[in-house]
């Protein structure tokens, strides 16, 4: 049973935006480090954002190309993170995962150990 079930993503042109979901399955998501990272073929799992637990200071962390234009955010009610993406580029084109582990210090796929099926986001127009 996947922990983690993805939506939100698609086929979206550049400079648009979407909004990614992610809702946890079977864990309280605000108890653990979670993050977004993205695959494309070929390439390694990547961290694009991970935001701390409700035990730590709930730091953020954001991928370079990713600052200024995506936001995380947990929704601690629905037991769901979120991933903002504004300005997309073509370059974002991916599966976008959630993932979800202890604590995080590099936002690194390592640290984490549970995991989503992902789901597609293409920037193409």
């Known amino acids: 049973q996947d922990q983690f079930v993805e939506s939100g993503g698609g086929l979206v042109q550049p400079g648009g935006s979407l909004r990614l979901s992610c809702e946890a399955n079977?864990?309280?998501?605000?108890?653990?480090?979670v993050g977004w990272f993205r695959q494309v073929p070929g390439r390694e799992r990547e961290g694009v954002s991970c935001i701390g637990s409700s035990d730590s200071d709930g730091s953020t962390f954001y991928k370079d190309s990713a600052k200024g234009r995506f936001s995380i955010s947990k929704d601690k009610v629905r037991n769901r993170l979120y991933l903002q993406m504004n300005s997309l580029k073509p370059e974002d084109t991916a599966v976008y995962l959630c993932g979800a582990g202890a604590f995080y210090r590099e936002c690194s796929p390592v640290e984490f150990f549970y995991w989503g099926q992902g789901t597609q986001v293409n920037v193409s127009g």
């Open positions: 079977g864990f309280i998501l605000d108890h653990y480090a």
